[in-house]
């Protein structure tokens, strides 16, 4: 096995331990066992992406392995331990969660990206650390090597963990998602950590049917057998389109990066687009047989310019899906998690979760989640209406240029020409209308909310996710004179910044291949970087793409603080292997960063390895 520098792991502090029936656990309790920990925020889809990758680990491995959730937030609401309970039973998490509301653990551990994982071995050693997602096959190995070192040495101890697996109150919805208006007046709910579809009469209470087993899972086939993982947006088709295509409804199946389609009439399911493997590819601009492509945590679905309309979480992006022609490819935006506007192949969006096309079809609404960002497309242009940016977010209205959002999930156009935004972090709902520029807020005091429908009454269902139900807004609610305006706190995501030297800096982003991996070139170059910076005025040079995972940047003595965003991918396949399998490992860093005379001129961040 390859040396590393021997580190000793930081103990584990922190506010509070779930997952554990109320023991704090200490790293002398784990000593034994190799030890994931997974600095993680329950916001970030890449995050989420995590959590899957971990658990046949966790399954394969429960005898030696611990996987610990270190939970480091971004956002205010994300500090509120009771959010953080809930996140854990919505998102699955069976591994022991520590709570880390001022990121003590995050620094002590030199994590600068969600998600950051850190290997610990059975002798209390950091061995590893990886930025990012894609990771599970390198763990596999890395597991692997570890076992064979520390039984030789006896020092491995295998037993059972220390999870304790929390009481689930019965509820008839748990964590719902999204909603949609049928036809007939019912309702259809994405009943998301059930993995499944429950209909409900006009009232949003009393349940209809089921569609999906209620297990997690990827079936397809008769209601009662077809099962989902976590699923989120629904889109009715056009009956002119349903009529082709074969079904009436198309579902975001997030969890298993898939679209499945709905036949209402029977609850027939089927698998419209995606394979199940989560994206891991380049962009491009063609499009794709719809089942052959790889999707990423597809969030909400909208009909819109004659297509259903995909809002890619896992990848930053928009997509598109044609269910005639059956095919599918990318929409808008690069991969580049930040806020820029522009034309829709340039764009770069963060975790867009909510779609609503207007009433007169002409633009499409995206609640913009990590950028707390209303936005909407219109004539091929993306253009922001409320929000500031990554590290901006807030409860104010006003002015749409000055108000702010936190993590909304959710939109809803109005008749009007006006939109509502579930501003979820924020417990509320917000209406921002074009012709006046204003946001107000219109309720409060909701729990995550994270979707809203217009039933053909004209009444508005809120999806209040965090309580279980959906919820009726008061009519007057939807008028100006309804709306409320809140001067609430302003925020800004405070992370240490990394003091710079103004002048000549080198950029290295570490990339050790994983175990029994070699970098891979037969598509081309086997890594890739982007870098950018916030303002733009921050770096002199060294902006753009290239090869290299080194980069010499110039700082600009002028700019007090800003942003490095760095994009950083290396491809690997396994060696010496006959029919070897190849792996992409991704991240995107938002950096803060403070301009100091005399401060390093030496920013290294971790891809995958251990940096001295």
Same mark, same amino acid.
């Given at each position: 096995m390859a040396t590393s520098p021997r580190v000793r792991a930081p103990e584990l502090k922190g506010r509070q331990w779930?997952?554990?029936?109320?023991?704090?656990?200490?790293?002398?309790?784990?000593?034994?066992?190799?030890?994931?920990?997974?600095?993680?925020?329950?916001?970030?889809?890449?995050?989420?992406?995590v959590l899957d990758e971990l658990r046949p680990l966790e399954q394969k491995y429960a005898d030696v392995l611990v996987a610990v959730g270190v939970h480091s937030p971004k956002f205010e609401h994300e500090k509120d331990p009771a959010a953080l309970a809930a996140a854990v039973e919505r998102y699955g998490v069976h591994h022991p969660v520590l709570d880390d509301p001022e990121l003590d653990m995050w620094q002590q551990y030199a994590a600068r990206a969600w998600p950051t994982l850190a290997v610990v071995d059975p002798e209390g050693y950091v061995v590893a650390t990886m930025a990012g997602e894609g990771h599970a096959e390198g763990l596999t190995r890395l597991i692997d090597e570890l076992i064979g070192v520390h039984e030789a040495k006896g020092t491995l101890r295998r037993g059972d963990g220390p999870y304790v697996p929390p009481a689930e109150p019965e509820t008839a919805l748990r964590f719902p998602g999204k909603a949609v208006a049928l036809p007939d007046g019912h309702l259809l709910v994405s009943d998301s950590a059930r993995h499944r579809l429950v209909e409900l009469e006009p009232d949003?209470?009393?349940p209809v049917r089921v569609i999906g087993s209620g297990q997690r899972g990827r079936a397809d086939g008769p209601a009662e057998a077809a099962s989902f993982a976590e699923p989120q947006g629904l889109c009715l088709l056009p009956r002119h389109v349903a009529e082709v295509a074969g079904y009436d409804l198309v579902v975001a199946d997030t969890v298993n990066h898939l679209l499945r389609g709905v036949r209402l009439a029977t609850g027939e399911v089927t698998t419209v687009a995606g394979t199940g493997r989560p994206w891991r590819s380049t962009v491009d601009d063609h499009a794709h047989d719809a089942v052959s492509v790889d999707l990423s945590s597809p969030w909400d679905l909208a009909w819109y310019d004659g297509k259903v309309i995909v809002a890619m979480a896992g990848i930053h992006q928009l997509w598109w899906f044609d269910p005639v022609k059956r095919t599918a490819g990318m929409y808008a935006g690069t991969t580049v998690e930040a806020l820029r506007d522009g034309p829709l192949p340039d764009v770069w969006l963060a975790q867009p979760s909510g779609l609503a096309a207007s009433a007169d079809g002409i633009r499409l609404w995206v609640a913009d989640s990590e950028t707390s960002a209303l936005r909407y497309v219109e004539d091929g242009v993306l253009s922001t209406a409320v929000g500031q940016g990554l590290f901006d977010f807030g409860h104010v209205d006003g002015p749409a240029d000055q108000a702010l959002l936190q993590h909304p999930l959710g939109v809803c156009a109005l008749p009007d020409g006006s939109v509502l935004v579930a501003d979820t972090y924020n417990g509320a709902v917000r209406r921002f209308d074009p012709a006046t520029g204003l946001v107000g807020t219109v309720a409060g005091g909701l729990a995550e909310p994270s979707d809203l429908v217009l039933t053909a009454d004209g009444a508005v269902l809120v999806v209040e996710s965090a309580a279980h139900r959906l919820t009726q807004l008061a009519p007057g609610a939807l008028t100006a004179t309804g709306a409320d305006t809140v001067a609430g706190p302003r925020h800004r995501t405070e992370r240490r910044p990394t003091d710079l030297a103004p002048g000549e800096v080198t950029l290295e982003v570490v990339f050790t291949p994983a175990p029994g991996q070699k970098l891979d070139e037969t598509y081309g170059p086997s890594t890739r970087l982007v870098v950018s910076a916030s303002p733009p005025e921050l770096l002199l040079s060294g902006a753009g793409t290239g090869t290299d995972l080194s980069r010499p940047l110039v700082v600009n003595p002028a700019v007090a603080e800003g942003v490095? @965003?760095? $994009? %950083? @991918? %290396?491809?690997?396949?396994?060696?010496?292997?006959?029919? %070897?399998?190849?792996?992409?490992?991704? @991240?995107?860093?938002? $950096?803060? $960063?403070r301009v100091v005379d005399g401060a390093p001129t030496r920013l290294p961040l971790v891809l995958r390895g251990l940096d001295p």
């Open positions: 779930l997952n554990t029936g109320g023991r704090d656990l200490t790293l002398a309790d784990l000593r034994g066992r190799i030890l994931i920990l997974d600095f993680w925020t329950f916001c970030c889809i890449n995050c989420l992406h949003g209470e009393t490095l @965003q760095v $994009v %950083a @991918q %290396a491809a690997t396949c396994d060696a010496d292997v006959e029919h %070897a399998a190849c792996h992409l490992t991704r @991240q995107d860093w938002g $950096v803060p $960063v």
